[in-house]
């Protein structure tokens, strides 16, 4: 069973910092890319970042680009999200996900290429 546990969201306010983390249980953690996802009220779910499981590989939205850092600890089973210069448009519900390619070498944008997902956890930015 593959568990994904996001923590560290909060209310922040404008030009503050966040950093999210995601414990993953019950798959080879560093044999896969993980991503983060957001999702505001009444859109859909966006693509915020990604790294490879070797981390060599970095992706990331254009929104986040310069503000945002993905990075990931193997030995810990963890990925995290540094999230700084935050803005209100960033507010929105943060899901982490896996891959479903192990070892593959994309660093997805796509929801339908990760295959299990947190519950996810609220980052609240105000003006």
Known sequence: QVQLL???????????????????????????????????????????????WSGSSLNYADSVKGRFTISRDNAKNTVYLQMNSLKPEDTAIYYCATDSVRFGLRVGVRPTEYDYWGQGTQVTVSS
């Open 6 to 52: 996001e923590s560290g969201g909060g209310l922040v306010q404008a030009g503050g910092s966040l950093r999210l983390s995601c414990a993953a249980s019950g798959r080879t953690f560093n044999s896969y890319t993980m991503g983060w996802f957001r999702q505001a009220p009444g859109k859909e779910r966006d693509f915020v970042a990604a790294i490879s």
